[in-house]
């Protein structure tokens, strides 16, 4: 089993920046997925970024240019810096972690962006 931890979140006004970490535990192997989906209230739920073992990343389109996600400085970790801020990012941001067919999800963290 593979746990998730996920940290960061909150509100903020337009414009203004958050950071959410996510950190993973457990059985885990050395070839994954790991990254960031959110789901409003009344949508489903869509990929925000994510990264893999091997470094590479990739971005929903309503976030190119504003998120970045990365590798934390502790190991397992996962850090999503989300930068200009806008209402419609308002929805709670889920960790995911994908390695062997399987995947995992975290509690999921609130974000509320207010113009």
């Known amino acids: 089993q593979v746990q998730l931890v996920e940290s960061g979140g909150g509100s903020v006004q337009s414009g203004e920046s958050l950071s959410l970490s996510c950190a993973a535990s457990g059985s885990l192997y050395s070839i994954w997925n790991m990254g960031w989906y959110r789901q409003a209230p009344g949508k489903q739920r869509e990929l925000v970024a994510t990264?893999?073992?091997?470094?590479?990343?990739s971005y929903g389109e309503s976030v190119k240019g504003r998120f970045t996600i990365s590798l934390g400085n502790a190991k397992n970790t996962v850090v999503l810096q989300m930068n200009s801020l806008k209402p419609e990012d308002t929805a709670v941001y889920y960790c995911a972690r994908i390695s062997r067919g399987n995947v995992y999800w975290g509690q999921g963290t609130q974000v509320t962006v207010s113009s």
């Open positions: 990264i893999s073992s091997a470094n590479f990343t």
